[in-house]
């Protein structure tokens, strides 16, 4: 149980050009789910966590405007790169979390590789 | 603001226990201690948590100290898969955020 799926797992796209990155909960309803960037050779940096619903809340530093995170349903959440930039190539890891707030454990998406040329 | 601190990197024989330190002296007595692990190009993943209670499931066992100053993830025979980044993470019952710090790299040798 609790197994969560990223879509797609790697992809290459042209600077300039939108990129969306899914994330499913695919045996448990997920009322809170995060979003994660990982640069090589470095850890975990939470970008924004989504209840389903409402919006997005977004950690210090990460543009709300460039990534666009929806959760509309209790198992799907996506998150868009939109105008990607080189700079914005990064392994982006999801995770969800069956309880408001995301009090338990968090259950983490195999991630999905972004290289922007 | 780091609120754990783990060495860089270990290597453990294949077969043997391999015992992870994990110092986090400044936790208050609602926090949690979490274990996860990543390994390469993959999604971390869960290990155990524990409060006070040593604590033991079908991966590994969480040994924390009296006065929860510290912990010790417990891996009983390693295998060349549990090589991975390991992340001890301290998290209060009202947070709903993991923050990940730099981890042990932790090498399983044959």
């Known amino acids: 149980g609790a197994v969560v799926s990223q879509h797609p797992s790697w992809v290459i796209c042209k600077s300039g050009t939108s990129v969306k990155i899914e994330c499913r909960s695919l045996d448990f309803q997920a009322t809170t789910m995060f979003w994660y960037r990982q640069f090589p050779k470095q850890s975990l940096m939470l970008m924004a966590t989504s209840n389903e619903g409402s919006k997005a809340t977004y950690e210090q530093g990460v543009e709300k405007d460039k990534f666009l995170i929806n959760h509309a349903s209790l198992t799907l959440s996506t998150l868009t790169v939109t105008s990607a930039h080189p700079e914005d190539s990064s392994f982006y890891i999801c995770?969800?979390?069956?309880?408001?707030?995301?009090?338990?454990?968090?259950?983490f998406g195999p991630g999905t590789r972004l290289t922007v040329l | 603001d780091a609120k754990t601190t783990q060495p860089p990197s270990m290597d453990c024989a294949e077969g043997r226990a391999a015992n992870l330190p994990c110092n986090h002296s400044t936790i208050s007595g609602n926090e949690y201690v979490y274990w996860y692990r990543q390994i390469h190009s993959q999604g971390p993943q869960y290990i155990i948590h524990?409060?006070?209670n040593n604590e033991t499931n079908e991966m590994a066992s969480l040994i924390i100290t009296e006065d929860r100053k510290s912990s010790t993830l417990i891996l009983p025979h390693a295998t060349l898969r549990d090589t991975a980044v390991y992340y001890c993470?301290?998290?209060?019952?009202?947070?709903?955020?993991?923050?990940f710090g730099a981890g042990t790299t932790v090498t399983v040798r044959a």
């Open positions: 995770s969800a979390s069956p309880r408001t707030g995301g009090r338990d454990e968090q259950f």
């Open positions: 993470i301290v998290r209060g019952t009202n947070d709903y955020k993991l923050s």
């Open positions: 524990g409060l006070k």
